[in-house]
């Protein structure tokens, strides 16, 4: 699983419409996407990603997609934006 504490400035945007806006307006570092997501929830926002050349990180679980982003509930996806 990967830190978000990965040495470069930057905060997260937690949830799909977060993630996908943060591509399009082209702040997103990385995406970090749960393995366990609903495909149908995930795959535009991956391949928008993908499209961009942004970073594609995947993490088992939701739960800890969310844990990993310092929340107690589960994320599809989160971004790492520039500040």
Known sequence: MTSV??????????GTKQTKKAILQGKA???LVAQDADPRIVARVVQLAEQKGVKLTYVDTMRNLGRTCGIE???????????
């Open 29 to 31: 570092l990385e995406v």
């Open 5 to 14: 504490d990965d040495g470069r400035q930057g905060r997260l945007r937690i």
């Open 73 to 83: 509930v589960g994320a599809a996806m989160a971004a790492m934006v520039e500040e």
